[in-house]
């Protein structure tokens, strides 16, 4: 009996192959295929046209590279059972299915619950569907599988994850900045002690690979008008949600006027099984289909600001290092003048906010390196490591975003 295979053509890395029949399962699960309706970056195609791929393109990239990483290792004698192998590649593969359409837009607004979270919830459910299937997977996910290098390879601060979203972004988005040797890493890996680490020849690849990252949120992730765009975002559907609780009747897709009429926790999902199942419909057409039709709702700040995303017409946005409170009060005075708004109109067209980005965080779990003489350091404790003196500072932003 053939064995059924899914070959993708990925304009990434070629031609990959799902020769797993669990792995197939999930992939055409109705959960899993809603990720192709929810774009990677967000709002970021207002400033990158190409940037339109999905979420579920890079779940598909992250899956194939666990692949390739423990093929590696496989090399070195570190070598999973058949079993973990399996569950590193379903974790990768569903580390993001959790994301709903705009995620982290949505996460401060509709629905109050961290995608990681949901992402759990998603996989307990497809795991009691699926008759256990996923078990091992939940545990490499949830960090509490035995091998704790498969949990590093799906969640650290060196896993396929960021390695496919870099890749896959600066692809789409044309920003070759964020371009990474992926396969050199990958070839560097090694285990000892059962946590993974990289071998010292390979620390420039990872300097590069955290280099990248550091170019990539403050050209692509943080772009001034990527932040202006989502921020706009966040507002529509906060003053939604406000419209909402005063009983003003929206148009909405049948999965967003759930959660736009509702104020729900982390425990009302365990509690109610039918909230995540309203949440595994939601995707990127709901929230664009209903900004559509509220262009010409009688609310006026709801109407302006849908108008202004639709037809980008996006706020203005000032991001320093210094202080803009000078700045934003004259923002304010000219907002106040020229539209006419009062203070609580006001707040959804002149604010102020502060962006910050951690490219390697060293209170977070450190890469670790394999030295020569066998000894293990962190990536901060190799000499002349562009880590250590500049990789590891926090960069922290003022913003204000106005209309003029």
């Known amino acids: 009996m053939s064995i059924k295979v899914k ?14 029949p669990e792995l197939i399962k999930i992939i055409d699960h109705p959960w899993f295929q809603r990720l192709r309706n929810i774009k990677q970056m967000g709002l970021a195609h207002l400033v990158y046209p190409g940037a339109v791929h999905t979420r579920l393109a890079h779940s598909l990239g992250a899956c194939h590279l666990m692949g390739k990483a423990l093929d590696e290792l496989k090399t070195k004698d570190i070598t999973p059972d058949k079993d973990e192998y399996l569950a590193a590649r379903v974790a990768a593969l569903m580390h993001d299915i959790g994301h709903g359409p705009f995620s982290h837009s949505l996460e401060n607004t509709l629905v109050g619950v961290h995608h990681e979270s949901l992402s759990r919830m998603i996989m307990h459910r497809m795991n009691d ?11 490499v996910f949830d960090h509490s599988y035995k091998s704790k290098y498969l949990h ?7 896993d396929v994850d960021r390695m496919d979203y870099l890749n896959r972004d600066s692809f789409y988005t044309g920003v070759s ?17 059962n946590e993974l680490m990289v071998e010292e020849k390979g620390v420039h690849s990872v300097e590069k690979f955290i280099i990248a990252r550091r170019l990539m949120y403050w050209q692509v992730y943080l772009h001034k008008t990527v ?13 939604a949600k406000e419209l909402a609780r005063y009983g003003e009747e929206l148009f909405a897709t049948p999965a967003l006027k759930y959660f736009l009429y509702k104020d729900l926790t982390a425990e009302d999902f365990q509690e109610n099984p039918e909230h995540l199942e309203y949440f595994c419909q939601l995707d990127d057409n709901d929230v664009m289909a209903s900004i559509k039709v509220w262009q010409s709702h009688s609310d006026k700040i709801l109407s302006m600001m849908c108008k202004m995303l639709i037809l980008r017409k996006l706020y203005k946005v000032a991001l320093s290092s210094e202080s803009l409170a000078s700045i934003l009060e004259e923002k304010q005075a000219k907002a106040r003048e020229l539209w006419k ?13 502060v962006t910050s980005n951690s490219t390697y965080n060293i209170n977070d779990e450190l890469i670790k390196i394999e030295t020569k003489n066998g000894t293990i350091k962190n990536i901060t404790e190799i000499d002349d490591s562009l ?11 003022n913003y204000i975003c106005y209309i003029q």
């Open 177 to 193: 900045e964020g371009v990474i040797g992926y396969d050199r890493i990958l070839q560097m890996l090694t285990v000892r002690d």
């Open 341 to 353: 708004l009062n203070d609580n109109e006001l707040k959804y067209f002149v604010f102020a906010g």
């Open 152 to 158: 590093q390879l799906v969640s650290s601060q060196l």
């Open 7 to 20: 070959i993708v053509n990925d304009p990434v890395y070629g031609f990959i192959r799902f020769a797993e």
């Open 227 to 239: 932040l202006g765009a989502e921020m706009l975002l966040i507002n529509i559907l906060t003053r």
């Open 387 to 397: 880590v250590n003196q500049t990789l590891a500072r926090a960069v922290r932003k």
């Open 129 to 139: 569907q699926f008759g256990g299937l996923l078990s091992k997977a939940i545990q």
